[in-house]
């Protein structure tokens, strides 16, 4: 029982890594921008989230209702303003831009919150559980992995059965030929951040409320981020919900073995499927 519970509580936690992913997987999508800031944006998201309650004294679930626009208005100016600017054939000028801000966003929030970690207090609802079978589970990790599922499930909708959707892939595949057909890159590329932050912003108010945050928490987001991504294939949303679960299993299985495995155990199996799979999993297949 012991174990099973441990497998589920392993496939839950995959989807708040899903979370993570899912803005990462949309913009090397549409870009093929690689965001070094994307685990202190994930924070951000979750200060911001802490401020609202704060002022207006919300429920951080509450909260949400501002933060995803919030977020989605910081991801779009960001593009328009800064990233489209380094946009190219060459893939540094945008990395290390992206690093930078990394950089500025850990000290802004180092300055504006201090070291101190946070937490975000949702209520009754963080100690709520649910029946599975013979397993009591949480009730807010059920939430974050359903929340996972819809996000993905929107986003897949969203690129092949919109004409946003239309955009970003013709952006993506032919950005020459796209600008020709009228479409503005700049404005597509924008949107897409903005969409990227408001999954975002979902990710960093569940981090907030499942475990305590401080400035530098971004860089361990970032790297589970990255594999799940990786582990589920450059560019299939899908495969990114399966490589937060592998990934979320790995750990929880590696944590029942010893508690000092749980990290190291996530970074064994990605390195492995990595050395067999180096395109992932679940690789996107054009055409």
């Not at 090397?28 to 979750?46: E, K, P, Q, T």
């Not at 209520?123 to 939430?143: R, Y």
């Amino acid at each position: 029982m012991d174990w099973l519970n441990a497998l589920v509580q392993g496939v839950l936690l995959g989807g708040l890594y899903a979370l993570f992913a899912a803005g990462l997987s949309l913009i090397f999508g549409v870009m093929r921008l690689v965001n070094i800031a994307h685990g202190d944006l994930i924070v951000l998201s979750a200060y911001i989230a802490l401020s609202f309650g704060v002022a207006l004294g919300l429920n951080p679930l509450v909260a949400l209702l501002l933060v995803v626009p919030t977020m989605a208005l910081i991801g779009y100016a960001l593009q328009r303003l800064i990233l489209n600017r380094t946009m190219g054939e060459d893939i540094l000028p945008p990395l290390l831009v992206t690093f930078g801000l990394s950089v500025i966003l850990q000290n802004a929030l180092l300055m504006g919150y201090s070291a101190d970690p946070q937490n975000l207090q949702a209520g009754a609802i963080e100690t709520a559980s649910v029946t599975l079978g013979p397993l009591a589970v949480g009730l807010m990790p059920v939430m974050v992995f359903a929340t996972a599922v819809a996000v993905i499930a929107a986003l897949q909708w969203m690129f092949y059965r919109t004409a946003l959707g239309r955009a970003f892939r013709a952006t993506s595949d032919r950005q020459d030929v796209a600008q020709l057909m009228g479409l503005n890159r700049a404005h597509v590329f924008g949107l897409a951040m903005a969409l990227s932050l408001a999954v975002t912003a979902l990710a960093g108010v569940f981090l907030g409320i499942r475990t305590a945050f401080d400035p530098a928490a971004g860089g361990a987001r970032l790297i589970f981020g990255f594999e799940a991504v990786i582990i589920g294939g450059l560019g299939n949303l899908w495969g990114t919900l399966a490589g937060g679960v592998i990934l979320g299993v790995a750990q929880t299985v590696g944590a029942k073995i010893d508690p000092g495995y749980q990290i190291l155990a996530g970074h064994v199996v990605f390195l492995i499927i990595l050395a067999l799979r180096p395109r992932g999993l679940f690789p996107r297949i054009d055409g």
